[in-house]
């Protein structure tokens, strides 16, 4: 039961953050998970270099210590400096996978608040249904590891390179030199990579709500296509999509490999030439500066250190690519999380129980965007208390607006909305039903108390017209329903749709095109026993109609062109 949106309607476009930005205000709420993360990285790297000096110093005494203190103790420095170290990596993943969990509860908090807030209408502008759950879902799952991941070790790979760089050279100042020559090239080629790899994961995020939107329009049209005998063309057309997407992804793989590649590649090439100098130097080879003086213990730990000196780096080019992606979900996710742009203009004002007048428009003015037409322009209207009005126009005249309008689906730019404390909850009819798996009892109580009985729900369907010992309704109440109205037809389900609005006790229908796909021997019926019934219980209808066959059956005549009112007469 969504409204549906008039074809001149147009998208809202917001004025965005830039996607770091956007990134960076998702992480504010959560930072301490990000500083626990960063100081236990860095314990594991204090307790690394105690590692390396403990492993170094045993085997120096064990080879040359020639009756002095015993290698032991140093032994057991260095299991507890292995178990200190794990443990703190252990803090330092655990840290970032929280940072993550908070920040995408967070977001999918916002993405919920903010669906909620812009209602169906201004929702439908900003992306297909498809196209949200795969938001909602995918692209937000996709900035797991630019939290968990990437952030940290773009803290600590900085921080420990530079702290055992420190321990390096108190030691050589060659190997020392070597580390530190070796280190610039990397980022320098991660940054060459990532130009790239932003682009391509920005395609792919594009592709993937395509692809969600394309697959979601096959799904409702399934029958459709049955019928057509179009079943196994639609059937190529996903298959080629997902074969399209499926590209695309192994090319984000591909960068991905390639990032960590050459990570590997300079690493073990610095590492290599560490290691031929301390072998040199050891073996007498070299006399250059230090070399000459250079020991077992000090050879041994700056070896040691060497691996664990590129391991943020590491770590760093292995995450490289949760930036790019993370980027690219925040190109798609910042601007869907803008609120409309603020026009000072109030929510719709109440008017008392008392008044005669339940709905008054004042001037209103609304636009999807500030380029186009609006959506509305300049309406002035009063709806009476019990009146049954019909919206007559063409298609994009502006009738699903101005009946989203007085829902509160959205908001005018100017002018002002006056609805009656009573004409709250309303009930909404559109064009297609939406009845949910589940059983017949199930769907209308979803405009019922949850304990109405049974025989108010089975009398509220009589006065829809649709008899509870129907023969295709074999189970009754307990009939069920397949998604998407399944086992009952067009009209059926738009008699189950009157009865749940029967049963909300609302005081205000509005009514959107609701016999728009009934033949019209059920159409009469229907608007026979709906009308029937709003003048039996003074109930206000507001339809949006373009057949002259249903209009004229109401007592007056509202005519809209381009969004303006271009007449109004009672009958």
């Not at 990000?34 to 105690?50: F, I, R």
């Not at 996978?97 to 509860?105: D, E, I, T």
């Not at 391509?200 to 709500?209: G, P, T």
């Not at 609701?514 to 003074?538: G, I, N, V, Y």
Request: charge should be neutral; proline fraction near 6%; charged fraction near 15%.
């Amino acid at each position: 039961m969504n409204p549906s949106t008039e074809p001149g309607d147009g998208a809202s476009t917001d004025l965005a953050p830039p996607p770091r930005a956007f990134l960076r205000t998702l992480l504010q709420p959560h930072r301490h998970w990000l500083h626990l993360a960063w100081l236990a990285g860095a314990g594991a790297g204090l307790a690394t270099v105690a590692l390396a000096a403990a492993v170094a110093w045993s085997i120096h005494l064990a080879l040359f210590g020639q009756g002095a203190a015993p290698a032991w103790p140093w032994l057991g420095a260095a299991v507890l400096a292995v178990l200190l170290r794990h443990g703190l990596q252990a803090l330092r993943d655990w840290s970032g996978q929280q940072l993550a969990f908070a920040v995408r509860a967070d977001l999918r908090q916002r993405l919920i608040a903010t669906a909620s807030r812009l209602g169906p209408v201004h929702l439908a502008h900003r992306g297909h249904s498809g196209s949200w759950a795969s938001r909602y879902q995918e692209q937000v799952d996709a900035l797991a590891g630019y939290y968990a991941r990437y952030l940290p070790a773009l803290g600590l790979t900085i921080a420990v390179p530079a702290l055992l760089l420190a321990a390096a050279f108190s030691q050589d100042w060659v190997a020392g030199l070597l580390l530190l020559l070796s280190a610039p090239l990397i980022p320098v080629f991660m940054a060459l990579i990532g130009m790239g790899s932003e682009q391509i994961h920005q395609a792919q995020q594009e592709r993937q709500n395509r692809l969600a939107g394309h697959f979601l329009d096959r799904i409702r049209a399934l029958d459709l296509l049955r019928r057509s005998l179009a079943l196994e063309a639609a059937q190529r057309d996903v298959a080629e999509a997902a074969d399209g997407y499926r590209r695309l992804s192994m090319r984000v793989l591909r960068v991905a490999f390639l990032s960590s590649a050459v990570m590997e590649f300079f690493s073990a090439v610095a590492i290599g030439l560490v290691a031929i100098y301390v072998g040199f130097a050891l073996l007498g080879f070299l006399e250059f500066g230090p070399a000459g003086e250079l020991t077992l213990f000090s050879g041994l730990f700056v070896l040691l250190l060497a691996p664990e000196y590129f391991q943020p780096l590491r770590q760093f080019a292995q995450s490289y690519h949760d930036r790019a992606g993370a980027i690219a979900v925040g190109a798609e996710l910042s601007p869907l999380l803008q609120p409309p742009p603020d026009t000072g203009h109030p929510g719709a004002a109440l008017r008392p129980a008392s008044d005669p007048t339940l709905l008054r428009l004042h001037n209103v003015t609304v636009r999807y965007e500030p380029e186009i037409q609006p959506a509305l322009c300049g309406v002035d209207l009063d709806i009476s208390r019990g009146e049954q009005t019909a919206v007559v126009g063409p298609s994009g005249s502006g009738k699903s607006t101005l009946l989203a309008l007085c829902a509160g689906f959205v908001q005018a730019d100017s002018g002002s909305v006056a609805i009656g404390a009573d004409a709250r909850p309303f009930a909404w009819i559109g064009q297609r039903v939406h009845l949910f798996h589940g059983s017949l009892r199930e769907n209308l109580l979803l405009g019922a108390p949850a304990h109405t009985p049974d025989p108010e729900l089975r009398a509220a369907m009589a006065a829809a017209g649709l008899r509870p010992d129907d023969p295709t309704l074999p189970h009754g109440l307990d009939t069920p329903i397949g998604e998407d109205s399944r086992g009952l037809s067009g009209g059926q389900a738009q008699r189950v749709a009157f009865a749940r609005a029967l049963l909300s006790g609302s005081r205000l229908w509005l009514l959107d095109e609701p016999t728009s796909a009934l033949d019209p021997q059920t159409e009469d019926d229907l608007l026979t026993r709906l009308l029937a019934h709003a003048r039996a219980r003074e109930i206000t209808v507001l339809v949006a109609t373009h057949h002259e066959s249903v209009y004229r059956r109401l007592g007056r005549i509202v005519r809209l062109a381009e969004g303006r009112l271009q007449g109004d007469s009672h009958v």
